[in-house]
């Protein structure tokens, strides 16, 4: 009769331990999950912020979009009239 009370004991507790770690496990998983959901989303958001900085920082510089000097086809030369040596 002794074993049958040990035994009946043992499943109790086992089941009890089973249903708590249980239970405390998946409510400290699902906190960690948030947490890490959250960190994600943010370096995320971080990152398209930033890609949208660069796109915008791009567009709005004329030089950067052609490879070309911009004043190459100016018709007008600033330095044509410029006399180089004072001593002429």
């Not at 074993?3 to 009890?16: I, Q, S």
């Amino acid at each position: 009769m002794k074993w049958v009370g040990v035994l009946v004991a043992l499943v109790v507790g086992l089941g009890a331990g089973y249903y708590y770690g249980s239970s405390a496990g998946v409510a400290k998983g699902i906190d960690q999950g948030i947490v890490q959901g959250v960190a994600q989303e943010k370096a995320a958001e971080e990152a398209r912020r930033k890609e949208a900085e660069k796109e915008a920082a791009a567009s709005v510089n004329p030089f950067g979009q052609t490879s070309t000097n911009p004043f190459e086809k100016s018709p007008a030369n600033p330095f044509e009239n410029v006399k180089v040596n004072p001593f002429e």
